[in-house]
């Protein structure tokens, strides 16, 4: 009887445990080349289910998201998943340190949680120059329903996905680059996959609005180059949002976006009913571009003035509205806490990493971009893999950058570039941009506390400036030209992430690396083992699978 008793008790607990595992959202990609002309001229581009953008993915905080891609191209493919954390789970990353790509005509299924996040993001094929034939799309993620959101529901939401555009084919860039050229000027600037020419003409809006509704917006700048501002005509923007934390409200009558970006902000359909333009315009370069789109009231029956919002100017301006992004302390975001209960300028420093990033040509004559004199090449065996089967001291060489660069960096040396940090350790990284050229980066698998952000060159008295109390947590940062950036953050997540520019160029040729991050437990509780699903390839493609690394 007492062992019958304890059968049921552990066949309901494991019931219990089934039915409490959270929702899963299925999606099935067919990705193809198809044609696109948002300028006239046709270009090969990368289709999702035949679409550009591609289909959004629609789901809520701790869902389960299963992705069947089919490669349909004749070259091999991965998809990354833009400020997705990944917690435990760097396999599902979708980059070329974590996982083999899917190669012409096979499939991969991607299976990953949203844990514990809420917010705006978006997806993109992160091999080569992919990103700038398209292959993108919006990922949002809604809060529970029985975690509060600061703000009403809205009437309707709608996105705004923004950013340059080449008109070469991502083949011919590539090729460009690997002869030693630059990229150069992009030919113009896309909303959702296509720029309205002129106002005065019957234009599909993005979307209809009722008087007196509000619309939330989610904007994110998908580009491979150029900062952009946003701005709608004749309506402000209440800032709610941005990279999975709920912010302070403040109106703005026009947003910097930095490539790799996204925002989610409220407007109110309060003015006269017409036409109103949707501007997004490049920032901090020589040349102009501008990309335009409509929004309309219901029954409007004029076009959008032609007197058009002026973009602002300067990089200072830009510098001053981050200033302006506040964590808003007292909202729950994806758990019921407020978001202020954690204390992050109260958590003790306990290591340093200064990032500068810098350009030169190789021996051969070459343009590299590098990290901390080291230019990044992706080995044919993954990272993570190469870890995971002990064999990483075969493919790649840990810490070849110092925490503490030298001031003046000459030479560069082109290998993987993968730097050891230490499990739960508290960090501070400085990004220094001794250039002329806006930087964004991004770093997968965290959130960080962006503290501070000056111009000059970073010093230890720099801290005293830190924002310490109610800095955003979010995945990018920007560098401006000349100045150095600060975040905080807890390596806690274990695994391989990438840091990496958001500046196609720079990305491809070297200005990235990986973070490896271990658990001495070697538990499941910090990290999963190797999926059975997993691709493997490079030196471990025939190699006994090892025993489970994490118990």
């Known amino acids: ?33 198809g044609t696109i002309s948002p300028f006239g001229a046709p270009k090969q581009a990368i289709l999702i289910n035949d679409q550009f953008p591609g289909p959004e993915i629609n789901c809520s905080s701790n869902n389960n998201i299963v992705v069947n891609v089919f490669n349909n191209l004749d070259e091999p493919l ?23 790509p899917i190669l012409p005509g096979t499939n991969f299924t991607y299976k990953f949680q949203v844990k514990d996040q809420i917010g705006t993001y978006f997806y993109y094929p992160s091999l080569g120059l992919h990103r700038t034939a398209g292959g993108v799309g919006g990922l949002r993620i ?14 309707a939401e709608h996105w705004f996905l923004i950013g340059d555009y080449y008109a070469k084919s991502h083949t011919a860039l590539k090729q460009i680059l690997d002869n030693g050229g630059s990229l150069g000027m992009p030919n113009g600037v896309l909303i959702n996959g296509e720029s309205v020419k002129h106002l005065h003409r019957d234009n599909k809006p993005q979307f209809t609005m009722k008087p007196g509704k509000t619309y939330k917006l989610r904007i994110c700048n998908v580009g491979s180059k150029d900062s952009l ?35 989610t902000v409220l407007i109110t359909a309060n003015q006269e009913p017409r036409e ?29 003035s032609l007197f058009l919002p002026l973009s ?72 993570k893999l190469a870890q995971y089967y002990g064999v990483g001291d075969k493919v790649f ?115 990235q690396m990986y973070v490896s991050v271990l658990s001495p437990e070697k538990s499941l509780r910090d990290e999963y083992n190797l999926p059975l699903t997993q691709q493997v390839c490079g030196i471990v493609k025939d190699m006994p699978v090892p025993a489970p690394v994490y118990h």
């Not at 949002?241 to 947003?255: D, R």
């Not at 949707?278 to 929004?295: C, D, H, N």
Request: hydrophobic share 40%; aromatic share 14%.
């Open 1 to 33: 009887m007492a062992r019958a008793a304890i059968s049921v008790v552990m066949l309901c607990l494991f019931a219990a445990t089934v039915i409490a595992e959270d929702p899963y959202v299925y999606y099935t990609w067919n990705v193809s080349y």
């Open 276 to 304: 109103y333009a949707v501007i997004a315009s490049t920032r901090f370069t020589p040349y102009i571009l501008e990309g335009k789109a409509i929004i309309s009231y219901e029954g409007a029956k004029k076009h959008a």
């Open 229 to 263: 501002n946003f701005r709608i005509q004749g309506h402000p923007m209440t800032l709610v949002e941005t990279e999975g934390s709920h912010t302070v409200q403040n109106a703005y009558e026009s947003l910097d976006v930095h490539v790799g970006q996204c925002f």
């Open 78 to 100: 991965l998809f990354t998943w833009h400020g997705i954390q990944h917690r435990k789970n760097s396999w599902q990353d979708g980059t070329p340190g974590t996982m083999c």
């Open 397 to 511: 060489q840990y810490n070849l950058i110092s925490d503490s660069p030298a001031e003046y960096i000459n030479k560069i040396t082109v290998a993987p570039n993968v730097l050891n940090a230490t499990f739960r350790d508290f960090v501070e990284i400085v990004f220094e941009n001794p250039t002329v050229s806006v930087q964004s980066y991004n770093l997968d698998g965290y959130s960080f506390f962006l503290v501070g952000m000056e111009e000059g060159r970073w010093s230890p008295d720099k801290r005293e400036n830190y924002n310490l109390l109610d800095a955003v947590s979010r995945h990018t940062v920007q560098v401006f030209p000349n100045s150095w950036s600060a975040i905080l953050l807890t390596f806690d997540n274990a695994g391989m992430w990438n840091l990496r520019s958001e500046n196609a160029e720079n990305r491809y040729l070297g200005q």
């Open 142 to 155: 809604f809060s529970r329903l029985l975690i509060p959101v600061p703000y009403p529901d809205p009437e």
């Open 312 to 383: 602002p100017i300067t990089w200072f301006w830009s510098l001053n509205q981050f200033r302006t992004f506040r964590w808003n302390l007292t909202a729950s975001a994806a758990r019921p806490n407020p978001q202020g209960s954690y204390h992050y300028g109260q958590i003790n420093i306990t290591r340093t990493i200064k990032i500068v990033n810098s350009v030169a040509r190789d021996d051969s004559g070459k343009l590299r971009y590098a990290i901390n004199g080291v230019s990044h090449v992706d080995p044919e065996t993954p990272l």
